[in-house]
């Protein structure tokens, strides 16, 4: 079937440069229908990769789920039909994009709690320039509580600490899922530089987001997402990361994510490229 993404050169010149865009309109009715039926699915029956956050009173629930395309026929038949995939793999300028990683982020209305800044990179079990995340919403998402990101960031050569929950740690996790657990080299890498204190020194880019449009960014790129008081709706997010076949697999720190490779047993070695080991990152799209 002939793709009917369109991408101009301009487009993924500036992702290459700045590490992060936005994209309109690249789901139809359709497929913005499957988004909401699979974010509602993971939510209403999590699996035990799933957990929820709140600030240290307990308040401003949001909902966390990891592969939960595992579990839901919508999500999965989003994966598998979308465009998603091959705007992964045309942003990266690579022949492939390799599932690493599918998330769901359901804030409920009230209290939004912010995400602090932080790099996805040290979470994951894949290092490399060829890793790009895809983020979609369900709902209106305005710029205040949509996701903030320092432009440029992915080119700075740096791995930061992976601790969450900002500088007061005002981030507590319960439920199925596990907080990180740092090795000794993480635990002694560079924090996250204080963006909120000092924003006016980064170049910090953020949009309003529809259902329907793809926010485009690296997965090394510094990022963050804004909160609210009293915020009147749900801010229904899905996200999925696509590494292509350069990328490798390293094994950290324990408590980073598992990749489908650990979930469904297979054996992939320190330093392997992905694109050697297509059965355990499933290949979403190929030229």
Known sequence: MASKLTLTGEQIDCY???????????LDEREQALLADGVEESFSNPGKRATRASDKEGEGMTFLESFPSLNSP??????????????????????????????IFYKQH???????????????????????????????????????IVRGSHRWNVIYNPRLGGRDGHIRKTGEGKMLKMSAQESTAPEVPDIERFRDSFDILNWDVAPGDALVFHGNMLHAAGGADDYPGDR????????????????????????????????????????????????????
């Open 16 to 26: 290459q440069r700045d590490g992060a865009i936005l994209l309109r309109g690249v």
């Open 74 to 103: 919508a999500l999965q038949t989003l994966l598998e039909t979308s465009c998603i995939p091959e705007i992964a793999a045309r942003m990266m300028r690579a022949p492939s994009a390799q599932l690493i990683l599918d998330q």
């Open 110 to 148: 009230g209290r939004v709690i912010p995400t602090p800044w932080h790099q996805d990179t040290p979470y994951l079990r894949v290092r490399g320039d060829e890793m790009v995340r895809v983020w979609i919403t369900a709902d209106e998402s305005p710029r205040e509580i949509s996701l903030q």
């Open 236 to 287: 229904r997010a899905y996200t999925s990361m696509w590494g292509g076949p350069n990328l490798q697999y390293v094994v950290p720190g324990d408590g980073a994510i598992p990749t489908l490779a650990q979930i469904n047993g297979f054996d992939v070695p320190d330093g392997a490229r992905i694109g050697d080991h297509p059965d355990a990152f499933p290949l979403g799209w190929q030229a």
